[in-house]
C-alpha cells in the first residue's frame, strides 16, 4: 500500500505540473486575444512555478532513508542560562514547523536548564519524509543576540547543536533470486529410523549473493535435515536463507546508523551551519548561502526556504 500511495503521489504530481504549464501556454494565448489580464497570467505563470519546484524538491528526496520518521535532539551549548534558552527557542521552532507540515511529535526525553531553557531534548517526529527535510538541520545553530540575561545588556552568542537521525523500521523486505539460487537433496545422516538412509529428504540451498551497496559475491549454504519430509525441508532451508538475508540488510542498516553517529561526534562549537543573529534581522545558513530578514518568522517555524535551498545542493549527495 505504501508503494501504491507513493506511485500514485507521483503521477497525479506530474499531471497536475503537466496542466498548470498547460494553462500557462493556454493563458498566454488568451492574453493575446485580450480574453485575460496579464496580472491573470503572471498568477497562472506563479502557481505553475511553485508546482514544478515543489514537485523538484521532492524529487531530491531519493535515499532510502528520506522517507522515514525521524529522531530530532538539541543540545545546548557552552554558556549555561543563555545557551540553554537559546536550545529551548530552538525547540519551539521545530515544534512549530512540524506543526505546520502536520507532522505527529512527541517529547522522547528532555532535560530542563538550570535557571531558564533546557539542557537537551529528544523528539520523535512522525510522518512522511520527516527525515528527509529535518537532515538539513543536522549541525551547530548559533544565535547572537542582545542577552535579557546579562544586566549590562551586552550582545552574547550562544550555540546549540542539533542532531536529526531516521527512525528505521523493521519492515525490511526480502527478495531472493530464483536464477542465483540452486538446490540439492542428500541422503540425511544420524542414527534411528529406515527412512534416514533410504530416502534423500535432505535439502541444501545454494545461493550467489551480491550485496547490492558493495557489489561483493558470495555463495551462502543452507542446509536443512529437520524432517523427513524433503518440501517441508525445503521451506524450512528457504526461511532461513531469508533470514541470513534480512540479517545482511539489517547490519547495514545499522552501519549507516553508525555513520550518522560518527557525524555527530565531528560537530564542534564554531562549525555552526546557521547563524541567527537578532539585532541585524538576519538569518544566514552558512552551506547554501540562503539568507532572510524576516527573524521572527523563522523562530515561528518557517524554515522551509532554508530546507528548499539545502536539499537543491546537496539533496542527492
Known amino acids: 500500500m505504501k508503494k501504491i500511495k507513493m506511485l500514485r503521489f507521483w503521477i497525479d504530481s506530474c499531471k497536475e505540473v503537466e496542466q498548470a504549464v498547460g494553462e500557462v501556454a493556454v493563458g498566454f494565448d488568451f492574453v493575446k486575444e ?16 511553485e508546482k514544478v519546484e515543489k514537485l523538484e524538491l521532492r524529487n531530491m528526496l531519493r535515499n532510502e532513508e528520506d522517507k522515514m520518521d525521524a529522531i530530532l535532539k538539541i543540545n545546548s551549548g557552552a554558556g549555561g ?31 530542563d536548564g538550570d535557571e531558564a531553557g533546557i539542557k537537551s531534548v529528544t523528539i520523535s517526529v512522525e510522518g512522511a519524509f520527516a527525515y528527509g527535510y529535518l537532515k538539513s538541520e543536522n549541525g551547530v545553530h548559533r544565535l547572537v543576540r542582545v542577552s535579557p540575561y546579562n544586566a549590562q545588556g551586552k ?79 525445503r521451506e524450512n532451508a528457504l526461511r532461513n536463507l531469508k533470514s541470513i538475508l534480512y540479517n545482511k540488510e539489517l547490519q547495514h542498516r545499522q552501519e549507516e546508523q553508525r555513520k550518522v553517529e560518527d557525524a555527530k561526534k565531528k560537530i564542534e562549537w564554531g562549525s555552526q551551519i546557521r547563524s541567527y543573529v537578532f ?32 536539499l537543491m545542493e546537496f539533496g542527492e549527495s
Request: hydrophobic content about 30%; aromatic content about 8%; charged content about 30%.
Open 34 to 49: 485580450g480574453v485575460i489580464s496579464e496580472e491573470e497570467l503572471d498568477q497562472l505563470y506563479d502557481d505553475a512555478k
Open 81 to 111: 542560562t543563555e545557551s540553554q534558552d537559546w536550545a529551548s527557542m530552538l525547540m519551539r521552532l521545530y515544534l512549530r514547523w512540524c506543526e505546520r507540515h502536520g507532522y505527529k511529535t512527541a517529547i522522547e526525553h528532555m532535560i
Open 155 to 233: 550582545r552574547m552568542t550562544s550555540f546549540a547543536s542539533v542532531f536529526v537521525t531516521p527512525l528505521i523500521d523493521d519492515t525490511i523486505e526480502i527478495e531472493i533470486d530464483p536464477a542465483r539460487l540452486t538446490w540439492d537433496t542428500f541422503r540425511s545422516g544420524g542414527a534411528g529410523g529406515q527412512n534416514v538412509n533410504k530416502v534423500e529428504s535432505g535439502v541444501r540451498a545454494r545461493y550467489q549473493y551480491k550485496d547490492p551497496y558493495t557489489g561483493e559475491e558470495e555463495e551462502i549454504l543452507v542446509e536443512n535435515t529437520e524432517t523427513r519430509d524433503q518440501p517441508k525441508n
Open 279 to 310: 539585532d541585524d534581522r538576519r538569518v544566514k545558513d552558512h552551506r547554501t548561502n540562503h539568507q532572510t530578514s524576516n527573524v521572527n518568522a523563522v523562530m515561528d517555524g518557517d524554515i522551509d526556504d532554508f530546507i528548499k535551498a539545502y
